[in-house]
Structures are given as structure tokens and as C-alpha cells.
């Protein structure tokens, strides 16, 4: 088998459920695209395992599929119709490192043996729930797991009180890594549904190592400086915290 790749889609309350729907929606349709299909059957077996998990906060994760063979464009349609067919339901808080977390077990036992063990991460915002998310990434990299990142800077960064204005260096510095991690921002929604066909193509067929020259917006693994607080989030949820406690005195 080519790749195990688990789709971990963020659906915290930062996001409306319209947002949560152009997800889905974006998702359901790159898996119904014939480059996906082609990505997926043109591979070294032509056999892919894919699963598809949403998270929120530290307890809040929820796999709405789980770990499914794909080998032919009617396998490859009958993913998309399970993600269009069942409604996400939105979350308090962004655990990254909570989903990382469980999402990295999910490879073992799993009944699949790929070349590759490829977690596809993608949110709005920066962790602020859960242990570092360091840590998180770094051991699921200690599992062979590979990180990729689809960081979602929709709201310009303040569109919300958990938003920060460079997502995509947070995710480059603290979410990403692996052998060839990479991620692709998306700056507004109009361009989802594009950049989730085109990162999901590099994902299943293996090539974000030497990707076309004209493919853009791709940062590969701690490319952006400088670095970033990587407890941004947190810090950002202590804030809050005693902003409410000043306000009650």
C-alpha cells in the first residue's frame, strides 16, 4: 500500500458551520476529482488507506471515517459520499496537540501497511488547549508518522480572539515535520476546495519532495524565520482568562 493518511480537520466554534461545510464540501470533492483518483491508482501498489477525523479541544475528537481502502475511483467516490452525507458538529477549543495525539495510535493495528504514515493537520488557530504541541508532533514523529499541515488564515488573523496574523509560520515551526513535511496555506475560502485537491494529490502519490515549479504557497518543514512561540495559543488562552477574572472584581 502507498500511503495511511488520516485527515484531521479542525471544528472548533472559530469556524461557523457554513466554514465547516466548505470543508467538507472541499474534501468530499477532491476524493470525487480525477487527478485525486489518478494520484491514488497511479501510485507504486494503486492502493491507499484514508481515514478522516474532526477535532476541537482536548476531549473533542470524533472519527467520522475511519481507516478505508481506496483502490479504484468507485472506492474513491464512495469515501466522498460518506463525508457529504453526515453534518460536522463544531467544538469548544483547539487541541492540536490533542488530536495529533490521537489520531498517530490510530496507524497501528489498523490492518494496512503503507509506505507511508501521513497525518494531515488543518485548523485556524494556534493550540491553546492540551499539552505543547511540540511534543505532540515530536513523538508522533518518533512513531514514523509524518505531519503535514493545511493552516486556514480565512479570518486575516483577527477574526476571532484565538486567530493570530501568521498562522503558517506557526504550523511550519511548531505543527509540521517529518521526512518532506510541507503545508499549504489558504488565505481565503474561495481557495479550499483547490488547495485541498492539491495537497491531497501530493499526499497520495508521494511527491512533495520535488512538487512542479509552478505549484504554489508551499512551505516545507521550519522554513519560515524566525521562529515562532509555539505556546502562542496558550498564552493567549491565559490572557483571556484573566481578562474574565478582572472583569468579576
Same mark, same amino acid.
Given at each position: ?61 470524533? *472519527?467520522? *471515517? ?35 495525539? *490521537? ?112 505549484? #504554489? ?8 524565520? #524566525? ?23
Amino acid at each position: 500500500m502507498d500511503v495511511e493518511l488520516v485527515l484531521a480537520v479542525d471544528v472548533s466554534w472559530s469556524m461557523d458551520l457554513s466554514e465547516q461545510e466548505i470543508q467538507r464540501e472541499g474534501y468530499a470533492a477532491a476524493f470525487r476529482s480525477r487527478e485525486v483518483q489518478e494520484a491514488i491508482l497511479e501510485g507504486v501498489y494503486g492502493r491507499v488507506a484514508v481515514a478522516y477525523v474532526e477535532w476541537a479541544g482536548t476531549h473533542s475528537q470524533s *472519527v467520522v *471515517v475511519p481507516f478505508t481502502l481506496i483502490d479504484s475511483k468507485e472506492a474513491a467516490e464512495a469515501f466522498a459520499y460518506r463525508l457529504a452525507t453526515e453534518l460536522p458538529d463544531r467544538e469548544r477549543r483547539t487541541s492540536i496537540a490533542s488530536a495529533i495525539d *490521537v489520531v498517530a495510535p490510530m496507524f497501528d493495528g489498523n490492518g494496512f501497511d503503507g509506505l507511508r504514515r501521513v497525518i494531515d493537520i488543518s485548523g485556524d488557530g494556534p493550540n491553546n488547549q492540551g499539552r505543547p504541541v511540540t511534543e505532540a508532533r515530536d513523538a508522533a514523529i518518533a512513531r514514523g508518522v509524518i505531519i503535514n499541515g493545511l493552516p486556514l488564515m480565512t479570518s486575516g488573523g483577527y477574526g476571532s480572539w484565538g486567530s493570530i496574523a501568521h498562522l503558517d509560520r506557526y504550523y511550519s515551526d511548531c505543527v509540521i515535520g517529518g521526512p518532506g513535511a510541507f503545508m499549504i496555506p489558504v488565505n481565503d475560502w474561495s481557495q479550499f476546495p483547490e488547495a485541498v485537491r492539491r495537497k491531497l494529490i501530493m499526499e497520495l502519490a508521494g511527491w512533495p519532495q520535488d512538487a512542479p515549479p509552478d505549484t #504554489p504557497a508551499i512551505l516545507k518543514a521550519q522554513a519560515a524565520t #524566525p521562529p515562532t512561540d509555539c505556546l502562542i495559543g496558550e498564552h493567549m488562552w491565559l490572557d483571556r482568562q484573566q481578562r474574565w477574572m478582572d472583569g468579576f472584581q
